[in-house]
């Protein structure tokens, strides 16, 4: 897990000098250097979030609370940059990156608040696991497919940081479920034929 995390606080620190550094920030309202900041940390968080679900369970809820605070400052900051933008952006009219954003946003308040009420839910681990964490990999995925579908600070080496962040984030993923699946029981053959075999009756 820590080198995975090391990757991802590296990839998200690499993506920071790529955006802060680039001709398209210089001399840029500070509402859009904050929203595009805001958008490269989330991105870190988010590939960050797989790794931290087995054995850093509260450190994975904040990092969660965190990543959605960071993708509505970068959504709230957009939108005070170009009010009438921003909605558009936002509608059925919207270019596909636009809407790719907007799904990820209301899929992190989904998986979000799927986190908050796991307990009142009363659901059972896999269906929890497998809305909660498909949720999250799909607005992983959209999120990062937004960013490098976007012009802007985060082109050339900025889209190698993007994409390597978001396949960091699927190979957690992917990794953390074959981790369930080899931890869980298996049922001895005996058991399992013990168990299907009808008592008998009628013996002396």
Do not use: C, Y
Request: charged share 10%; aromatic share 4%; glycine share 10%.
């Amino acid at each position: 897990m820590r080198p995975a995390f090391v990757t991802a606080g590296l990839l998200g620190l690499a993506g920071l000098v790529v955006a802060a550094t680039s001709p398209h920030l210089s001399g840029a309202p500070v509402v859009l250097v904050v929203s595009t900041l805001t958008a490269v940390l989330a991105v870190a968080g988010l590939a960050a979030q797989p790794w931290l679900i087995r054995r850093h369970v509260r450190v994975h809820t904040a990092t969660g609370a965190a990543v959605l605070a960071l993708v509505a400052v970068h959504v709230v900051a957009l939108v005070v940059l170009s009010p009438d933008d921003a909605l558009f952006a936002m509608s059925p009219d919207g270019p596909t990156r636009a809407r790719m954003a907007l799904i990820s946003l209301v899929l992190l308040v989904v998986v979000v608040l799927l986190g908050l009420a796991r307990r009142r839910l009363g659901w059972s681990g896999p269906t929890f696991r497998l809305l909660h964490g498909g949720f999250a990999l799909l607005a992983t995925v959209l999120g990062v497919g937004h960013a490098v579908l976007t012009d802007g600070a985060l082109e050339g080496f900025g889209t190698v940081v993007l994409l390597a962040s978001g396949a960091l984030s699927v190979l957690g993923g992917l990794v953390a479920a074959l981790r369930r699946r080899r931890a869980r029981p298996a049922v001895p053959a005996v058991g399992r034929a013990s168990a299907a075999a009808p008592p008998p009756h009628g013996r002396p």
